[in-house]
């Protein structure tokens, strides 16, 4: 009897070492094969928790029950181990004992808030990105989470859009760079580990181009716009590996994303090869009988499901009319299988059949969430995305023996400003770990320096009850600190505005203190580009902040006394008015260009110029870099062949000190118009005073190559023009070379 038990203990060991090595693919197929019509749909809903919502809250009091019946095969916003570890645990006692995924927006970090991502992108520095991303990813996958709902990809040409604070800006080939950077970051060596989580593309696609910059609105574009323009990012996501996708809000040329054959399964699944699955972006299923798209719930899943939609959040159409519409022959098996299939393949991925708890460890959570490493990284990653806009007379940096300082503004005290829109909110952790403004200032002064404050006046309100006492508050100082903005709210999903200026009457403030003839600094905290014509004018030091996470205190201070040197970038165009936008660096030209302002029968405004306020790319420091000696390998190359570039870039200035260099080229002559200028590559650059390096670009095919009025991306033979430079109009370095067959 003894030898039986041996014998069977070991030939169960050897089925569980078979099964073990099954593919993944296997693996699906056979549990697949188990399952009924129903738990198959099941797998395909997505419902959110009941305590943090990102939509409107749907109230469903059987979702317990609905999980363990295998209806529910995944939440959004359920987060922490003690929280994902129950709803797991109802999984678990379905039939099948398929595991729930968690998903959650964690945009720009978990406990430990990064820059907002508009903000990272003006670090330009891809490195940092990706760690950002990776500390969140640990943060978060140890909290229970196995999903974040980014990177947002969308290129972003209009500030009035809220949701540009949530992206890279405006240029396609670094958004492609950050989108690359961001994904790795999240998703780490692979799916499974325990410090990574899957990464989602979104919003497919061309959410970023809504009309009128009005969150949700309708896309209407070319074919060559899209392809060349707003779907580059999301290709360079998918070679990063990302794991899913989201569509988009929006229509694209008449027809929702949603239920968009054309981009997710004739791009996306078939010419691009994405094995992973597609979410629906909060309730755009069911929106498409709002869109008058779907003219019920029923007909909007079939679109949906046909298009490739393959998971439902929060909408209930596929909950309520999948299995009728397949029983009605409407909807192919077939099709409902190769959703599931991808999906399952995640949580197989992800490990979560071995241990559905794999993900939801207590002590883990603490250790991640309590980590004075990924604080460090955060004060590291904030500083390196302020960008100084003007040091005219050299007010920064400032002296740590400085006698006093009047910091004042509705920015300098609070603390969950700082995070901005799109922050985790842990409602069992206080805020004490974010730095205030005041406190990081607090922090970096010497004892004998005298900190005053005073508020001044709100953000949004016409009060001027404060301006007195903070004018006499600068008067007492030997330099005044203002921090003014818009609210970290007024930018984000659904925050878009019509005017873009310095919102209340800060600037007001501004002007009565300037009265008082005190040097002035002034932090400008945003989500987007602002417009603030009259201090770009009038003040001498203006320093864009964004909105820069839970260490913006400390990294603020760190910039205005000097331990950092700012080497921030701008990632978008600054607007003189609305009436400008869109605007962008890229653009076309005309066949009446305005030069040098030139209005007569020239395309311009007759009351503003065509130039922006700050342009792309745009960003000083502490010190001076100066461009020379720049070298092309040769005069002419064929689309075989590769271009070196080399110059040499000196600090010529007092102050160690990184400079962004950015490599542009303009293609002169085209089958279709070509833009002005393209960002082609760029290299953040750190030297020593007085030192000098030797920087190298190379130019292939893909870089000259665009798509032709028949969507074919290829080059074409010609003169291309080279600029190197510290912005997109700050060229110090021009050349010229042909491409030849």
Request: proline share 4%; aromatic share 10%; hydrophobic share 40%.
């Amino acid at each position: 009897m003894k030898k039986k038990v041996i014998f069977l203990f070991i030939g169960f060991q050897s089925f569980v070492a078979f099964s073990q090595q099954k593919s993944i693919n296997q693996k699906v197929e056979d549990l697949l094969k188990q399952m009924t019509l129903e738990e198959k749909i099941g797998q395909l809903n997505q419902y959110t928790g009941d305590n943090t919502v990102t939509g409107p809250l749907t109230i469903n009091p059987n979702k317990k029950e609905e999980i363990k019946s295998g209806k529910i095969g995944s939440m959004l916003n359920v987060m922490g181990s003690t929280y994902t570890r129950q709803y797991q645990e109802y999984a678990i006692q379905s039939r099948l004992k398929i595991p729930l995924l968690f998903g959650l927006d964690v945009i720009h970090g978990y406990k430990t808030t990064f820059p907002i991502p508009l903000a990272e992108a003006a670090s330009w520095d891809l490195s940092a990105i990706e760690l950002g991303a990776r500390i969140a990813a640990t943060e978060a996958a140890a909290s229970g989470i196995h999903w974040t709902f980014a990177p947002m990809v969308d290129i972003g040409r209009d500030p009035r859009w809220g949701r540009v604070m949530e992206g890279a800006g405006e240029d396609t080939y670094l958004g492609s760079k950050i989108a690359f950077a961001r994904v790795k970051g999240f998703q780490g060596e692979k799916l499974g580990e325990l410090n990574a989580v899957m990464a989602c593309a979104k919003h497919f696609a061309a959410y970023g181009a809504a009309v009128g910059g009005r969150d949700y609105n309708s896309v209407d574009m070319s074919e060559r716009m899209l392809w060349e323009t707003y779907l580059p990012p999301f290709k360079a996501a998918i070679d990063a590996g990302a794991a899913t996708f989201m569509n988009s809000f929006n229509d694209i040329n008449g027809i929702p994303a949603t239920g968009n054959k054309y981009l997710q399964r004739d791009i996306l699944k078939e010419k691009w090869g994405f094995k992973g699955f597609v979410v629906s972006d909060w309730g755009s299923i069911g929106e498409m009988i709002a869109h008058g798209y779907s003219k019920d719930a029923k007909e909007a899943a079939l679109q949906a499901i046909t298009a490739g939609s393959d998971m439902d959040m929060e909408s209930n159409a596929y909950r309520f009319n999948l299995e009728q519409l397949v029983k009605e022959k409407k909807v192919s098996l077939a099709l409902i299988d190769d959703a599931v299939k991808r999906i399952l393949h995640k949580k197989f991925e992800l490990g979560l059949f071995d241990d559905p708890y794999r993900f939801c460890n207590l002590e883990r959570q603490n250790q991640a969430l309590n980590n004075p490493e990924h604080t460090k990284i955060a004060r590291d990653i904030a500083k390196k995305s302020i960008v100084l806009l003007k040091n005219e007379i050299n007010v920064l940096p400032l002296s740590k023996s400085i006698k006093s300082i009047a910091f004042i503004g509705p920015m300098v005290k609070p603390k969950r400003i700082n995070h901005g829109f799109w922050a985790v909110d842990l409602k069992e952790i206080d805020s004490t770990y974010i730095v205030s403004q005041w406190d990081g200032l607090k922090n970096k002064v010497g004892k004998n320096t005298k900190l005053l404050y005073a508020k001044g006046c709100g953000v949004e309100n016409t009060s001027k009850e404060g301006f007195q006492e903070a004018v006499d508050i600068a008067s007492q100082a030997d330099v005044v600190i203002l921090s003014i903005g818009e609210a970290w709210n007024m930018s984000g999903e659904a925050k878009s505005r019509s005017n873009i200026h310095l919102p209340g009457v800060q600037e007001d403030l501004v002007k009565e203190l300037q009265k008082t003839g005190k040097p002035i600094v002034i932090l400008i905290n945003a989500g987007r580009p602002l417009i603030f014509n009259w201090i770009a004018d009038n003040m001498p030091t203006i320093v864009y902040t964004w909105w820069l996470g839970s260490e913006a205190g400390n990294a603020i201070a760190d910039v205005l006394f000097g331990d950092y040197n700012p080497s921030g970038k701008l990632p978008m165009t600054f607007p003189r008015e609305e009436g400008q936008i869109p605007i962008y660096y890229n653009h076309f030209n005309t066949g009446r260009p305005s030069v040098n302002e030139d209005k007569i029968y020239k395309s311009a405004y007759i009351d503003l110029p065509n130039s922006p306020k700050f342009p792309f790319g745009y960003g000083l420091s502490y010190t001076s870099f100066a461009y020379s000696d720049l070298k092309l390998s040769k005069q002419k190359m064929k689309s075989n062949e590769t271009i070196e570039v080399s110059f040499t870039l000196t600090n010529t200035g007092k102050f160690i000190g990184e400079e962004v260099v950015q490599l542009y080229l303009r293609d002169k002559v085209g089958s279709v118009v070509r833009p002005i200028v393209e960002l082609k590559d760029f290299n953040k650059i750190k030297l020593e005073v007085g030192e000098t390096k030797t920087i190298k670009f190379s130019i292939d095919n893909q870089k000259l190559s665009f798509y032709n009025e028949k969507l074919v991306f290829d080059s074409e033979i010609g003169d291309f023009d080279i600029m190197i430079g510290s912005s997109s109009t700050d060229i110090r370095l021009k050349g010229r070379f042909e491409l030849v067959k």
